[in-house]
């Protein structure tokens, strides 16, 4: 497939084309086949995690066209629903990661949501709520959908930590630990032996089906921050896509707490 904008824009302009054309389909009419493809992808990689009284969501900040950095500082984790445009108060976290424009309109559509319920109802919308409101965002656009991997956190009604993971068209589900993006087959395995304590059993326990499973007990935020490090330290490991740096949003009673560090670079 032809590519929909030009690799060397410094010879030969943006070139944006709506003219990809194939193979003519006989060669006797010499009709050719026009189509348009508005997606891309961008790479990057996003998970989060919720814990007993806190959520953290996280996300590299590579952008990628291909084999080509776009830039090193792309975040893809996002303040929700602040009173102004400096979200110092807001109590919701959004990562989106795919293609970069339909992740900017997604957050920026949600944003304004929230902004607008809070300016109506003189309160923050609840992560629930939020989550219901993002799945009816997504499914109107069902038809021409987010080119993006949506997860949502925040603290519940009860103060407890809590994600919701979306697919492009709206069905979601809150879940203890979730990534996506580019390397999300990598460090999704890493989560499930870490977090949900996936295939563990306790050590002398029995054999075969008497084995006793491993108690499942949430992390402390230490321990999570540093299960978000090792996994996005193997993540630039092992593919191109990722890399540069972790953005991490830490959400707790308190509020939004931005972490950054460094990832490899080549």
Do not use: W
């Not at 302009?13 to 193979?23: K, M, W």
């Not at 009173?83 to 339909?102: E, M, P, W």
Request: aromatic share 10%.
């Amino acid at each position: 497939m032809a590519a929909m904008f030009s690799q060397n824009p410094v010879m030969n302009g943006p070139n944006y084309s709506f003219n990809q054309s194939a193979a003519p389909s006989s060669a006797a009419d010499g009709y050719r086949q026009h189509r348009f493809d508005p997606y891309t992808d961008n790479g990057g990689s996003t998970l989060a995690i919720a814990g007993d009284n806190f959520a953290i969501l996280a996300g590299d900040t590579r952008s990628t066209s291909g084999y080509n950095i776009n830039t090193r500082y792309e975040p893809k984790v996002f303040k929700i629903g602040g009173s102004d445009s400096t979200q110092r108060d807001a109590t919701l976290i959004l990562s989106v990661v795919g293609f970069a424009a339909d992740a900017n309109a997604l957050k920026e559509r949600l944003d304004t949501v929230v902004k607008l319920y809070r300016y109506q109802h003189g309160k923050a919308m609840t992560v629930k709520a939020a989550a219901q409101r993002l799945s009816i965002i997504l499914y109107q656009k069902r038809f021409f959908p987010y080119y993006a991997h949506a997860i949502l956190g925040g603290l519940d009604e009860e103060g407890k930590g809590a994600v919701y993971s979306y697919d492009p068209v709206g069905s979601y589900e809150r879940e203890q630990c979730r990534a996506g993006g580019a390397a999300a087959s990598l460090i999704m395995p890493f989560l499930d032996s870490q977090v949900n304590f996936k295939n563990q059993y306790e050590p002398g326990s029995g054999v075969g089906h008497n084995l006793k499973e491993r108690e499942r007990v949430l992390l402390g935020r230490d321990v999570v921050e540093d299960l978000v490090k090792d996994a996005f330290d193997s993540a630039v490991e092992r593919h191109i896509e990722v890399g540069d740096g972790l953005l991490m949003m830490v959400i707790t009673k308190d509020g939004i707490e931005e972490i950054y560090k460094p990832l490899k670079q080549d």
